[in-house]
């Protein structure tokens, strides 16, 4: 039988976790700062533990209830039990303390909350026939259906998974600016599409890496620009906050300058930057991601963008111009030692760090610091009541 241990919450891990009062550092899923709880420990390590909340004995003032059923069992999100306004106040913090040592009253820090719209893209696990996410750091799926995070359209066809005869395997879906769908589907199973294709918007369904109706891409559209976006070609989740980041881009460029945009995936970035620079230099080491940029650039009627294949940290040794701005948006692993050096090297004017991971962006920081002031942070909600927060940060040459 499971110990239950009664306790107090004193505030919020990185991760949304409560941090428990107890001897040993215990982190503890839905529960907030200033609560007393009834909990038990899920997982034992070295040096912490983990728990989840079993009983509320003395709730915090700003505990909601959720709008999501699946809440806290299903793995996508973490912060449903706080109002949107509370979420953000987490995140600023969070960030804040994260990169404080890079960030002082002069530093320009801007907020961009998230409308909702809804993500494009989702990716649910089948097991048994049943259709959802994961628990939290398990493999026990949550059946749900429909997902408040998501875009209508995607809601729509779930109901439409049933019928397909998929008994394990993994669904994506993808939606694109005017409800069109993307449908991959992975599994052993024979499938049959045929309830798919009475759906009007699929645009393409591709199983197992091969099509198999219609497209592996459609077109999605940021701003006046238009995308092609293959079904596994990156992409960013959150089409508005995505537009917020071409507005930063566009404040932060010049058209008498030349910018190199590292891991550029499809190009949204560099078409972008296209418009508000000289030149730009475009590298990618995903073929598919390449393969579509090139589209974009035909499809947007661009000139002054090359686009070009292959590791971004060595390539750009080939680049025989003068680069004024670098733009970066790498993995959440961030960049490697040899990139961040590669960087250096060139000793351009401006760096524009695009990061989905906070903690390897202060690892980043550590160097590039070297050489760049961090001249302006902004907060973008890319991903709405999860401890996720998309970072943008503008780093201006040393004088």
Not at 112 to 139: A, D, M, P, Q, W
Not at 194 to 202: A, I, M, Q
Not at 349 to 368: F, G, M, Q, W
Request: a positive charge; aromatic letters at 10%.
């Amino acid at each position: 039988m499971e110990k239950k241990i009664k306790t107090s919450v004193k505030s919020l891990d990185y991760y949304g976790r409560g941090i428990a009062d107890l001897p040993k550092k215990t982190f503890v899923r839905n529960s907030l700062p200033g609560e007393d709880i009834e909990l038990v420990i899920t997982k034992e390590h070295k040096s912490f533990d983990e728990g989840i909340t079993t009983k509320l004995l003395k709730k915090s003032p700003k505990r909601v209830p959720s709008l999501c059923p699946y809440f806290p069992k299903c793995g996508g999100c973490d912060l449903r039990h706080l109002l949107y306004p509370d979420t953000i106040d987490y995140k600023i913090n969070n960030i804040k303390s994260i990169l404080k040592d890079y960030i002082n009253d002069d530093t320009l820090i801007n907020i961009y909350k998230s409308k909702n719209y809804g993500r494009n893209k989702i990716t649910l696990k089948v097991s048994n026939k049943k259709i959802g996410f994961y628990e939290k750091s398990s493999h026990n799926l949550i059946e749900i259906n429909a997902c408040l995070n998501v875009k209508d359209s995607i809601n729509k066809v779930l109901p439409y998974l049933k019928s397909l005869n998929i008994i394990d395997g993994e669904v994506l879906i993808r939606s694109n600016y005017v409800n069109k769908l993307l449908i991959a589907i992975k599994t052993n199973n024979k499938v049959d599409i045929t309830p798919l294709k009475s759906l009007t918007n699929v645009e393409g369904i591709i199983l197992n890496d091969k099509t198999i109706y219609k497209n592996d891409y459609f077109n999605d559209k940021v701003d006046d620009y238009i995308f092609k976006v293959s079904y596994k070609s990156f992409f960013q989740v959150n089409s508005y906050i995505n537009g917020k980041i071409f507005n930063i881009l566009k404040s932060e460029l010049d058209t008498e300058k030349n910018v190199l945009d590292l891991c550029s995936g499809v190009g949204t970035l560099s078409i972008l930057a296209s418009t508000f620079s000289k030149k730009v230099y475009a590298i990618e080491i995903n073929k598919s991601n390449y393969l579509d940029s090139l589209e974009n650039k035909r499809m947007n009627k661009v000139e002054n963008v090359d686009f070009l294949l292959g590791d971004a940290f060595t390539l750009l040794n080939d680049i025989d111009d003068k680069i004024d701005t670098i733009i970066i948006d790498p993995p959440r692993s961030g960049i490697s030692k040899k990139g961040l050096q590669s960087i250096l090297d060139y000793n351009c004017e401006k760096v524009i760090y695009i990061s989905c991971n906070p903690i390897t962006l202060r690892r980043d920081l550590a160097h590039l610091t070297k050489r760049y002031k961090l001249d302006k942070l902004f907060i973008l909600d890319m991903f709405m009541y999860t401890y996720h927060a998309e970072t943008v940060v503008v780093l201006e040459r040393r004088k």
